[in-house]
């Protein structure tokens, strides 16, 4: 297009008396190929209105808005699993306790009785007797089987579960102050430039 | 809302919507909320009322509007602050020495449309980057046709003003 168009084209656009269609061809001119020098002061609007126009919602963005909300899920069912694990670690401790004085006479015992009572008694007891019993019974179980192994498990095990709890809610404070530190570093660098701007 | 209108009318609008939150919040991240505060409303917008709804886009936009205008109120942020995540686009498309000299004034320009006051912002937005019809603006921003030309003229006279002033 020639210049003394563009120009005229202009002059109705500083007027606001343009088309769409003309004000696509000045996005069109200024964006595409060579200019006219004498337009030139003026080519830095239609650039910015064009890739103004580019400007999208990131894919990114959608995954950075539901994080915090996985995160959440991930800590409540964190602290139910760890309050689970510590359910379950209770009784199996207070065995652990007395173990020592019960074992030596036990041991040979201990053997015997997970192979005599397997599914069928422990099902037989379950309905009957409070739930806590259950737990020693399968308990008994494990150090007969395993004790070398799992002699440093229940205190080993209770300062792990502890250690967890503690860092997922160390986790969860610094997820959740990351944010809000995000949210108050834009706020500070807005607020400098509030002086800047004239009410209209 | 039908899953049909929602995906063929209201999702493909998405970026738009966010382009406007965008001018109006100045922040990309309140921008996304926004985006997404919106979706959800017309999501759940009750049937007996999408039927009285003509227009989706200018329903969304005005629902923009009003979100994002909230957001800084209550936030008392200032849309002054330089648009994020649009300072990095490089000026493509003619030859790089050019192209790095205008790239700033290009900025600067961006900068300038940041600063007007509310109305002539969203006015020149909708006209110069979404490309609206003044019809089209006055609905989404529920103002008269000659609100929408007298803030269109003057948000572009101020722009022209204040860029002889750049260069």
């Known amino acids: ?159 792990m579960a502890e250690i967890k709890a503690a860092l997922a809610l160390v986790s969860a404070k610094l997820d959740k102050g990351k944010t809000q530190a995000v949210k108050k570093a834009s706020y500070l660098e807005v607020v400098e430039k509030v002086p800047k701007r004239t009410e209209g | 809302m039908t899953r049909t209108i929602f995906q063929e009318q209201v999702l493909p609008i998405r970026n738009k919507l966010y382009r406007f939150a965008l001018r109006i919040t100045g922040s990309v991240h309140e921008a996304e909320d926004v985006v997404q505060e919106v979706l959800e409303k017309v999501w759940k917008t009750a049937p007996e009322q999408s039927v009285n709804v003509q227009n989706w886009e200018a329903w969304c936009m005005t629902l923009t509007r009003n979100r994002s205008l909230d957001k800084t109120r209550s936030q008392s942020l200032r849309r002054t602050a330089p648009l994020e995540g649009v300072a990095e686009r490089s000026a493509d498309g003619y030859n790089p020495a050019q192209a790095t000299e205008s790239a700033d004034l290009v900025q600067k320009v961006k900068q300038l449309m940041q600063e007007l006051p509310d109305k002539q912002r969203m006015v020149m937005h909708l006209r110069d980057i979404e490309e609206l019809s003044y019809e089209e603006i006055a609905e989404a921003l529920s103002i008269s046709m000659e609100q929408v030309k007298v803030n269109l003229h003057r948000a572009r006279k101020t722009i022209r003003e204040q860029m002889t002033g750049l260069t």
Request: hydrophobic share 40%; aromatic share 6%; net charge positive.
């Open chain 1, 1 to 159: 297009m020639k210049y003394e168009q563009i120009q005229a084209l202009l002059d109705r656009y500083w007027e606001g008396e343009t088309s769409l269609e003309e004000e696509r061809a000045l996005k069109a001119y200024f964006n595409a190929g060579p200019i006219d020098e004498r337009l030139r002061n003026v080519a830095p609007l239609f650039r910015a209105l064009k890739e103004e126009q580019l400007v999208e919602l990131k894919t990114k963005a959608k995954a950075a808005s539901i994080r915090p909300q996985m995160y959440q899920w991930a800590a409540a069912a964190s602290v139910a699993l760890l309050l689970a694990a510590g359910w379950w670690m209770w009784p199996k401790a207070t065995d652990q306790q007395m173990a020592p004085m019960a074992h030596q006479p036990a041991t040979p015992i201990a053997p015997q009785a997970p192979t005599t009572i397997p599914q069928e008694s422990v099902a037989a007891i379950q309905p009957q007797k409070p739930l806590v019993n259950k737990k020693p019974a399968k308990r008994k179980s494990q150090p007969g089987n395993k004790s070398t192994q799992q002699e440093i498990d229940p205190e080993t095990a209770m300062a």
